[in-house]
């Protein structure tokens, strides 16, 4: 069964500074898709980035990138030049790339905080 | 800017109590997904559904709880009857494609 763990529950960062948030995952399959979702204080889930396992670049948005690792099955976080609304509980997810099936396996978690 | 809805926002009932928690997709998605959300487990998907029809439920206990989609925009998540246990954040999420899925607000339900 595939799994997914964000070993870090909590992060700190100073605003306008780099934060990397770190996940790693189990898995067999070679076809899947891997996620970072934003859950602020309103609790809506809101996609982040998201990134295709096939591919070998790295997914970027905006200030959001990613640090793909296939071989080491780790799919980190940076958020550069983080701004108070960067506030929030951020989860890793996976998603096999087969099938019909759309389940999304999520991480514990991580709470990031910004400090003025 | 269309978004997932999701009532009640706030629910809080009595064991025993049936509680129904409603969504409404983005026009258009043909899948919906229930998560639920607690402190212990973290985020658990519950049931989702392709063109209306259930394709997973075996995360949900068949016993209480029941999930349909009446029609292409309502999608209802019950519990009957409640339990303290149930007590958690239920998140409905739709998409277009099986990888990208859009989340409600979800509705916080607490069983007293």
């Known amino acids: 069964a595939q799994t997914v763990t964000q070993s870090q529950p909590e992060m700190s960062v100073q605003e306008a500074e780099t934060v990397t948030l770190s996940c790693t995952y189990d898995?067999?399959?070679?076809?899947?898709?891997l996620f970072w979702y934003k859950q602020p204080p309103s609790r809506q889930m809101i996609l982040v980035i998201r990134?295709?396992?096939?591919?070998?670049q790295n997914a970027t948005e905006n200030r959001f990138s990613v640090n793909f690792q296939k071989a080491a099955k780790s799919f980190s976080l940076k958020i550069s030049d983080s701004q108070l609304g960067d506030a929030a509980m951020y989860f890793c997810?996976?998603?096999?790339?087969?099938?019909?099936?759309?389940?999304?396996?999520f991480g514990q978690g991580t709470t990031l905080q910004v400090k003025p | 800017d269309a978004r997932v809805t999701q009532t009640p926002r706030h629910k809080v009932t009595e064991m025993g109590q049936e509680v129904t928690m409603r969504c409404q997709p983005i026009l258009g998605h043909n899948t919906v997904f229930w998560y639920r959300q607690t402190m212990m487990q973290g985020l658990e998907l519950l049931a989702y559904?392709?063109?209306?029809?259930?394709?997973?439920d075996s995360g949900m206990p068949k016993d209480r709880f029941s999930a349909e989609m009446p029609d292409a925009t309502l999608a209802t998540l019950k519990i009957q009857p409640s339990e303290p246990r149930d007590s958690a954040v239920y998140f409905c999420?739709?998409?277009?494609?099986?990888?990208?899925?859009?989340f409600g607000p979800g509705t916080r339900l607490t069983v007293t």
């Open positions: 999420a739709s998409g277009l494609s099986w990888y990208e899925q859009y």
């Open positions: 559904f392709r063109n209306r029809a259930p394709l997973d």
């Open positions: 990134q295709e396992a096939y591919k070998q």
């Open positions: 898995t067999s399959e070679s076809d899947y898709y």
């Open positions: 997810a996976y998603r096999q790339g087969s099938g019909n099936t759309g389940k999304l396996i």
